[in-house]
DNA sequence: GTCTATAGGATGATAGAC
DNA sequence: GTCTATCATCCTATAGAC
């Protein structure tokens, strides 16, 4: 699926000296992360990324807004990679979800409150003008609460009780990390993680259902 | 606190009629919601509002940041309305949360999912970058915070724990009303409303601390 | 307070040499 | 694939007449 110019011996997408499509990439993500899409110029990207206009548009010749979709993907990969990582290192689906509002917290706090969500920014910046883009944010957060339902189901929970329960833990973290970045404070997240256990540990004991 | 250049006989500030510098308010708001900072032009809002590049330099003579930061908290105030409103009307806070969601919910449709958050969009696209408008989102979001934390205490929740629920559903509803704009799907918030009713259903029991 | 005109710079995108 | 030069357009902000 991805093109590499480069051979690479291992068959694998090192860090070590990533071409520059990969570095292109990167540097958008990053970029359009901290400062939305219409906030990030394409020359600001090029000079990040260590590499010309003509390289950039050689690679995107949809320009930005192809850019901005691959940007969102990357963003949606290495978070999910980052969810799984840390769900199957806990024991219990409780536990998990506090461990992801913690390593978002330390994310946030180790970037100055600069690095929020990968796609949040792109996404909204542009919500009902460029179609492909919030298709891409739309599929990222389908993604992300596909990994969580499953966990949750692992963990014994209903299939339609765990599809409700993912989609609200991916919102919440959301919302938590959107408010702990705008207020420069890791506690929304922080309570985010605590309340969040509460509903799971209350879910796992097939407890007070959502109509009383 | 409001220059008001026109006589306001009722002493209020109704929607008849209003003067240049609050049009030019209300459209910066509107689109600075749907477009972001960057993405939403001081033309465009002068040409919204009927009003010229020049009225607009008059009333805010701090630029466009300091449009942005009035436009902010407008969004803040009117959000605050709805949500004292429709928490006045409701039985119990689990009932008003499950109303506000479908508030949400309904104005996202109504606006073919355009009107989301009215403090997110703007503030995302600044987060390190202009800290007038970071701190006018942040104190939003605290407000917002206060009314649904009063309204938990007046149900009978103690003040730590009202504080915290505050936090998780302010910050549920952001990520969920976040996730439905993009997913363009108004069950991410219909979702949360149910969840959140049920944590709140349990602290109400005053069962299942968060350690456990 | 309202309006027009314009300065000064940045933007997305393209062309074409190498 | 990489690089530079450039076009046409847009932007924020200002100046000054009315």
Redesign the interface.
């Known amino acids: 699926m991805k093109t590499r110019t480069r051979h690479d011996p291992a068959g694998q997408d090192q860090d070590a000296t990533p071409g520059t499509r990969e570095r292109i990439v990167r540097a958008a993500s990053v970029l359009m992360q901290?400062?939305?899409?219409?906030?990030t110029g394409i020359k600001q990207i090029s000079q990040e990324a260590g590499a010309t206009l003509g390289s950039v548009y050689h690679f995107f010749p949809g320009g930005k807004q192809e850019l901005a979709v691959a940007a969102v993907r990357r963003g949606d990969e290495e978070f999910a990679g980052i969810l799984r990582e840390i769900l199957d290192g806990e024991p219990g689906p409780a536990e998990a979800v506090v461990a992801v509002t913690r390593s978002l917290a330390e994310g946030l706090r180790a970037s100055?409150?600069?690095d929020?969500c990968p796609v949040?920014?792109t996404?909204?910046?542009?919500?009902?003008?460029l179609p492909d883009i919030?298709r891409a944010?739309?599929s990222a957060?389908?993604g992300w609460e596909g990994i969580v339902a499953e966990m949750l189901r692992a963990a014994g929970i209903a299939e339609e009780e765990a599809a409700?329960?993912a989609?609200?833990v991916?919102?919440?973290?959301?919302?938590?990390e959107?408010?702990a970045?705008?207020?420069?404070d890791e506690?929304?997240l922080l309570?985010?993680g605590?309340?969040l256990?509460?509903?799971i540990?209350?879910s796992l004991r097939g407890g007070?259902?959502?109509g009383?």
């Open positions: 901290r400062q939305g899409y219409d906030g100055d409150w600069l929020g949040t920014a996404a909204l910046g542009t919500a009902g003008r919030q944010a739309s957060f389908a409700d329960l989609g609200m991916v919102c919440t973290l959301e919302g938590a959107l408010s970045q705008v207020s420069r506690r929304p309570v985010a605590e309340q256990a509460r509903l540990a209350l007070l259902p959502a009383s």
